[in-house]
């Protein structure tokens, strides 16, 4: 997955063949022969070449191979880069003098209903078939990544990493509240993130199959790993030896289980989201892979997210159909910026049973019900996703939008043109440049009378025309993504350097590594899939999320 090349390198032989001609000793008598400045020369190239081999501060220190809950020390150098409850920072510092006042902005929800807002019965289809799986999957990515603080949004109340945070904490504190601290497992179908108690059924079922594939790996680990790779997680050194402590060997299985959880989830990214966001989504190997091997010299100090694209995820023109009907019948109470207070009176969630999701039920085991979180998974496989463009975003939620603009203002967010400039694209010279349709050119000029150039960043992103190809994304957010994508994984030594055969053992790498990550998530965490699915659904898993018919056409 992630250079799955490097486990071959080992045993392929070099080419051309090793010279044994002793060049440098040769090179080096020659020299010493030689007058200055010659010889001075010959030993500054010498020396620089020596020095550039190595990195200046090293990236990468050994024996520091777990993440840590609140995702510091990501990077050694700055080790508060990406932690918890640090600020957002700024993409695009918008340079231009503001040529109009804040009073001079359209309404928030004139903007909203007029060209945000999806017409009542007015659903239209993703053109390619994505489904809303995808969206679920990306609910969960944003989540991971971004948390803006109700009291200052300016912060980040999450790890900056895309190292799911929603299941195991985004400080120590949450962290020990799921862990089992036993044979490093976690509590049943337990997180710590109660964002999920008014999200979509979907979204939650996704993160219970990471969490029990947590366990599952765990398991693995004690049974399977730790036979074959030297007694690891039981003894010192060998079996025989002198055993761990409890608390140690569940220390090692629980971040070792962790890295590896994170592998599979990154490559449940890398191949089958990417390749279908991109419009390859039957391709099983990695097209675009942002952790390609790259000179040194770009070597990163850790990721803090961007409040633009705080804005640029926020992708509610997707939500489906049925999903739009359900958010308003079930949680559109919860639909509005203040829901967090709610939260905070425990209204949404018991915790005391275990973090609730709408649409699923908890047993006396604590386990939700295998069959609802199958349910929910077929749901988002079988609904297709809407399209992106003006006037997408389902009513419901006019409040989260009207706050979501308001803030972008407070902020001083870029204008859409000077967020297109930052990544080389042309700026939009006319209104019929963002968006084509001369109704929404036209409302659009209404509504932004002073030019083009006045466009906000979100309404912007929001209205700007979609593509015809791949997740059809609007064309700014289509290529503003692959940056982020490229920097969220560069960025985080443990996808670059720390994730490595040893530090996720032979087995772990092996499960992690590799194509079809969700039939394997699900074959392995969720056993009556076929029963509840129907014989034959084991082939959906393999291309995730396209809606059913779509991935017949050619499987
Ligand atoms: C039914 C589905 C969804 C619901 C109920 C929902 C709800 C919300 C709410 C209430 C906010 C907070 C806005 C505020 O406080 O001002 C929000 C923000 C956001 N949404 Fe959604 N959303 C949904 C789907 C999605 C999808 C599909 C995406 C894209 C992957 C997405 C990405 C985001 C992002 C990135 C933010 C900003 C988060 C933050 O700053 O904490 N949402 N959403
Ligand atoms: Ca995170």
Not at 126 to 135: E, M, P, R, Y
Not at 478 to 495: C, G, K, V
Request: aromatic residues 10%.
């Amino acid at each position: 997955m992630f250079d799955t090349t490097r486990l071959e390198t080992v045993s392929t032989p070099p080419s051309p063949p090793i010279t044994r001609d002793l060049k440098f000793e040769k090179g080096l008598e020659f020299y010493s022969c030689q007058p200055e400045p010659e010889r001075n020369k010959f030993v500054k190239s010498l020396v620089q070449r020596f020095w550039s081999d190595l990195e200046h501060p090293p990236r990468v220190w050994t024996g520091a191979a777990f993440r840590l809950a609140d995702g510091s020390k990501n990077s050694h150098i700055y080790p508060d880069v990406g932690k918890s409850k640090t600020p957002f920072s700024r993409t695009v510092s918008s340079k231009t003098p503001r040529k109009i006042a804040t009073s001079d902005l359209p309404d928030p929800a004139a903007l909203f209903e007029r060209l945000m807002m999806r017409p009542k019965d007015n659903f239209e289809p993703s053109l390619s078939g994505v489904n809303s799986l995808l969206f679920y999957f990306a609910i969960l990515i944003t989540h991971d990544l971004f948390n803006s603080d109700p009291q200052n949004p300016s912060i980040n109340l999450t790890t900056h990493y895309v190292d799911q945070s929603w299941l195991y904490g985004a400080n120590e504190e949450d962290q020990c509240k799921v862990r089992v601290k036993t044979d490093g497992l976690l509590k049943p179908d337990y997180f710590p993130d109660n964002r999920f108690s008014r999200q979509l059924p979907g979204v939650g079922a996704l993160l219970v199959l990471f969490s029990r594939n947590h366990n599952f790996i765990a398991k693995q680990l004690l049974t399977e790993a730790n036979a074959k790779e030297n007694y690891r997680f039981t003894h010192e050194d060998g079996k025989g030896s002198k055993l761990h402590t409890d608390e140690h060997k569940d220390e090692l299985l629980f971040q070792t289980a962790r890295l590896i959880n994170n592998a599979c989830y990154v490559n449940l990214i890398l191949h089958a989201y990417l390749n279908t966001i991109l419009g390859f989504p039957k391709n099983p190997d990695v097209l675009l892979n942002p952790l390609i091997e790259l000179p040194r010299s770009n070597s990163s100090c850790g990721n803090i997210c961007s409040m633009e694209f705080n804005y640029v995820y926020r992708w509610h023109s997707a939500l489906g159909e049925k999903d739009a009907q359900w958010l308003e019948d079930h949680i559109s109470q919860y639909l509005s910026p203040k829901a967090t207070d709610l939260q905070a009176n425990g209204n949404i969630q018991n915790i005391a049973d275990g973090p609730n999701i709408p649409g699923l039920t908890r047993q006396h085991n604590g386990y939700f019900k295998d069959e609802d979180i199958i349910t929910w998974i077929l749901h988002g496989m079988k609904n297709v996703s809407g399209r992106f463009g003006a006037n997408k975003i389902p009513a419901a939620f006019k409040d989260v939008e009207i706050s979501g603009i308001k803030q972008g203002r407070k902020y001083g967010l870029c204008t859409l043109n000077e967020f297109r400039r930052h990544f080389g694209l042309k700026e939009h010279t006319e209104y019929k440049d963002l968006n084509p349709d001369p109704n929404v050119a036209a409302a659009l000029k209404d509504l932004y009378p002073l030019g083009v150039d006045t466009v906000e960043l979100y309404p912007g992103l929001v209205i700007e025309e979609a593509k015809s190809k791949g997740v059809g994304f609007p064309y700014t957010t289509s290529r503003a993504i692959l940056s982020d994508a490229a920097n969220l994984t560069r960025n985080d030594r443990f996808l670059t350097d720390e994730l490595t055969p040893h530090n996720l053992t032979n087995w772990g790498w092996g499960y992690a590594n590799g194509n079809d990550m969700f039939a394997r998530l699900v074959e392995n965490n969720l056993p009556t899939w076929n029963k509840v699915a129907g014989n034959g659904s084991e082939l959906w898993l393999k291309v995730p999320f396209l809606v059913p018919e779509t991935k017949s056409r050619s499987l």
